[in-house]
C-alpha cells in the first residue's frame, strides 16, 4: 500500500503546502492593497481641498503633484489585485489536484478525516475569503482612474485660464506698443 500511494501522498502533502502558502500570499496581497486602497483614498480628499485653493497658481501646483502621484499608487494597487487574482486561481488548481490525490488515496485505503476537512476549509473559506477580498477591492479601480481623468481635466482647464489670460495681457500689451509707435511717429 505504501508503494501504491507513494505518489498520491506526496502529490497531496505538495498540494497542501502549496495552498497553505498561496493562503499566505493571499492575505498579504489584501493588506498590501487595503493599505494602497487608503493612501489613494487620502489623496482623493487631498483633490478635494485642491480645487478649493482660491490662488490659482498653488491650485495647479497641488492637482499637479497629485496627479503624479495617485497614477503611481494606482498601478501598485491594481497589481495586488492582479495578485489575488492570481492567488485566486492557483488556490483553485492546487485545491483540484488535492482532492484528486485524497480520491487515489482513499481508493487504496483508508485516510485521516482531517485531510478531508482540509479540503473542505480550503474550498468552503479560504477561496472564499479570497473572492471575497477580490470582489471587494475591484469596483475601486474605475473610480481611481476617474479621478485621475478629473484632475486632468482640472488642470487643462486651469492651464487654459491662465493662457488665454496670459495671452490677453500680451494682447494688450502689443496694442499699447502699436499705439506709442504710432503716437511716436506721428509726433
Given at each position: 500500500?505504501?508503494?501504491?500511494?507513494?505518489?498520491?501522498?506526496?502529490?497531496?502533502?505538495?498540494?497542501?503546502?502549496?495552498?497553505?502558502?498561496?493562503?499566505?500570499?493571499?492575505?498579504?496581497?489584501?493588506?498590501?492593497?487595503?493599505?494602497?486602497?487608503?493612501?489613494?483614498?487620502?489623496?482623493?480628499?487631498?483633490?478635494?481641498?485642491?480645487?478649493?485653493?482660491?490662488?490659482?497658481?498653488?491650485?495647479?501646483?497641488?492637482?499637479?503633484?497629485?496627479?503624479?502621484?495617485?497614477?503611481?499608487?494606482?498601478?501598485?494597487?491594481?497589481?495586488?489585485?492582479?495578485?489575488?487574482?492570481?492567488?485566486?486561481?492557483?488556490?483553485?488548481?492546487?485545491?483540484?489536484?488535492?482532492?484528486?490525490?485524497?480520491?487515489q488515496l482513499?481508493?487504496?485505503?483508508?485516510?485521516?478525516?482531517?485531510?478531508?476537512?482540509?479540503?473542505?476549509?480550503s474550498r468552503?473559506?479560504?477561496?472564499t475569503q479570497?473572492?471575497?477580498?477580490?470582489?471587494?477591492?475591484?469596483?475601486?479601480?474605475?473610480?481611481?482612474?476617474?479621478?485621475?481623468?478629473?484632475?486632468?481635466?482640472?488642470?487643462?482647464?486651469?492651464?487654459?485660464?491662465?493662457?488665454?489670460?496670459?495671452?490677453?495681457?500680451?494682447?494688450?500689451?502689443?496694442?499699447?506698443?502699436?499705439?506709442?509707435?504710432?503716437?511716436?511717429?506721428?509726433?
Amino acid at each position: 500500500l505504501a508503494n501504491q500511494g507513494y505518489d498520491s501522498l506526496l502529490s497531496l502533502l505538495c498540494c497542501r503546502h502549496k495552498i497553505r502558502y498561496i493562503q499566505a500570499q493571499a492575505r498579504e496581497s489584501n493588506r498590501s492593497a487595503r493599505t494602497l486602497y487608503a493612501k489613494i483614498d487620502d489623496r482623493l480628499k487631498q483633490f478635494s481641498s485642491a480645487i478649493a485653493i482660491p490662488d490659482v497658481s498653488t491650485q495647479l501646483d497641488r492637482l499637479q503633484t497629485l496627479l503624479a502621484q495617485i497614477p503611481i499608487d494606482a498601478q501598485s494597487y491594481t497589481q495586488h489585485l492582479s495578485d489575488l487574482h492570481a492567488h485566486c486561481t492557483a488556490i483553485d488548481v492546487n485545491i483540484a489536484n488535492y482532492e484528486i490525490s485524497l480520491k487515489q488515496l482513499a481508493a487504496i485505503g483508508e485516510t485521516p478525516p482531517f485531510w478531508q476537512q482540509f479540503l473542505t476549509l480550503s474550498r468552503d473559506r479560504d477561496r472564499t475569503q479570497i473572492q471575497t477580498n477580490i470582489d471587494y477591492l475591484s469596483p475601486i479601480t474605475a473610480l481611481f482612474q476617474q479621478a485621475i481623468d478629473t484632475i486632468r481635466g482640472t488642470v487643462e482647464i486651469e492651464q487654459a485660464k491662465i493662457d488665454r489670460a496670459s495671452e490677453d495681457a500680451a494682447e494688450k500689451r502689443q496694442q499699447t506698443i502699436e499705439r506709442l509707435i504710432f503716437a511716436v511717429s506721428t509726433g
